[in-house]
C-alpha cells in the first residue's frame, strides 16, 4: 500500500521517429487530494509527460520507454488504457482531439463515456443534465459537436471527462480557447473540485493561476523537471529565469517596491497576497514608523 496516487520513478521517453528524447528520468509523485501544476517552456515535454500519466504513452503512442508510472497502485504500462481511465482522466491540450464526433448532439458525445462503463439511461440523463449545469453548456446539449466554437468545444471536452468523475483529473491547458471570464469560472470549478478531493494535475502558462492553486509546482525543462516544490519555493528560485519561466507578475512588482522591514515578507505571488502586502505598508505608514533595516 502506499498513500501516494501517483508515483513516476526514473520514466524516459521518445517518440519513435525522434532522435532527442522527450521525457529524461522523470521522478516525481503526487498525494491523493493535492493540486500540482506542471510548468516550462514549450517544447519542454509537459504534455508528453500528461499522455504518460495516463496511460496513452506507452499504450497507444509509438515510442521507447524506461521506468515506472504507477497511478492508484497499476502500473500504467500493463493496465488497460479503458480500465485505467476510471482513475485517472486527460483533458487534451487541444480539445479537438477530446471528441469522438461520432456523437450528433454534446448530450450524445457526453454520453458516450457513460455507456462505455455500463451506467444505466436513466442515470446517464441526471448526470448529464448536472455536469451540463456546472459547466454551463446546458443550451449546447442538442448541437451537434462540429458546430461548436473553440470555447464550447472546450468546454465539452472538460465536462467530457469530469463526468467520469476520475480520482485524478489531468488537465493540459484547459483553457487556451476561453475568455478571461470563462477560464476564471472553468478554474474556479476545477479549485472547487479538487477542495471535493479529486486530486489535480495541471500544465498551465499562467503564472499567477499556478501560484493560486498548486500546492506542489513541477517545472520541465528538456524533458527533465529541473525545480519542484511548493508555489513560493519555486517562483523565489533563482535559477528560474534559466528554466524560461518567469514569476508572477505581482512577484516582480512587490520585489521593487516593497522596502524590507516593511513586512515579514517582502514579496507576494497571488493577488490576495499583494493586497495583504499593500495593507501591510499602509499600516505601516500610517504609524509612520521608520522601516527597520
Ligand atoms: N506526437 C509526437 N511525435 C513526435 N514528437 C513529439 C510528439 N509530441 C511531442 N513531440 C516532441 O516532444 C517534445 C516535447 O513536446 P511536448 O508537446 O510534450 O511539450 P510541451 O511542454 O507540452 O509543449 P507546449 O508548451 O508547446 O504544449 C518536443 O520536442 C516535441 O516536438
Ligand atoms: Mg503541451
Do not use: W
Not at 504518460?52 to 497507444?60: D, Q, S, W
Not at 500504467?76 to 461520432?102: R, W
Not at 469560472?185 to 479529486?198: A, C, H, R, T, W
Not at 516544490?229 to 507578475?249: I, N, R
Amino acid at each position: 500500500m502506499t498513500s501516494k496516487l501517483i508515483q513516476v520513478s526514473n520514466f524516459s521517453y521518445r517518440y519513435n521517429q525522434e532522435t532527442e528524447v522527450a521525457l529524461k528520468n522523470i521522478n516525481f509523485e503526487v498525494a491523493a487530494g493535492e493540486f500540482v501544476a506542471l510548468i516550462g517552456a514549450n517544447g519542454s515535454g509537459k504534455s508528453t509527460l500528461c499522455n504518460a500519466l495516463v496511460g496513452l504513452i506507452p499504450n497507444y503512442f509509438v515510442g521507447f520507454s524506461e521506468g515506472d508510472i504507477i497511478v492508484d497502485e497499476k502500473d500504467t504500462a500493463s493496465v488497460n488504457v479503458g480500465e485505467l481511465s476510471q482513475t485517472i482522466g486527460l483533458v487534451f491540450q487541444n480539445p479537438f482531439n477530446q471528441l469522438s464526433y461520432t456523437a450528433d448532439s454534446v448530450a450524445e458525445e457526453l454520453a458516450y463515456g457513460l455507456g462505455n462503463r455500463g451506467v444505466p439511461r436513466d442515470q446517464m440523463f441526471s448526470k448529464i443534465k448536472e455536469i451540463a449545469g456546472l459547466i454551463q453548456i446546458d443550451e449546447l446539449l442538442d448541437k451537434n459537436p462540429l458546430e461548436l466554437s473553440g470555447g464550447q468545444v472546450q468546454r465539452v471536452a472538460l465536462a467530457s471527462a469530469i463526468i467520469l468523475e476520475p480520482k485524478i483529473l489531468v488537465l493540459d491547458e484547459c483553457t487556451t480557447q476561453l475568455d478571461p471570464m470563462g477560464s476564471k469560472q472553468i478554474m474556479d470549478i476545477i479549485k472547487k473540485l479538487n477542495e471535493n478531493g479529486i486530486t489535480i494535475v495541471m500544465v498551465d502558462h499562467d503564472m499567477e493561476r499556478v501560484a493560486e492553486l498548486a500546492d506542489k509546482v513541477y517545472v520541465l525543462q528538456h524533458g527533465s523537471i529541473v525545480l519542484g516544490g511548493t508555489p513560493e519555493e519555486v517562483f523565489c528560485s533563482p535559477h528560474l529565469a534559466e528554466y524560461s519561466v518567469d514569476p508572477p507578475d505581482y512577484y516582480e512588482i512587490t520585489k521593487k517596491f516593497i522596502k524590507p522591514g516593511y513586512s515579514k515578507r517582502d514579496f507576494a505571488l497571488t493577488e490576495s497576497q499583494a493586497i495583504a502586502l499593500l495593507q501591510e505598508v499602509v499600516l505601516y505608514e500610517d504609524r509612520n514608523q521608520e522601516p527597520q533595516a
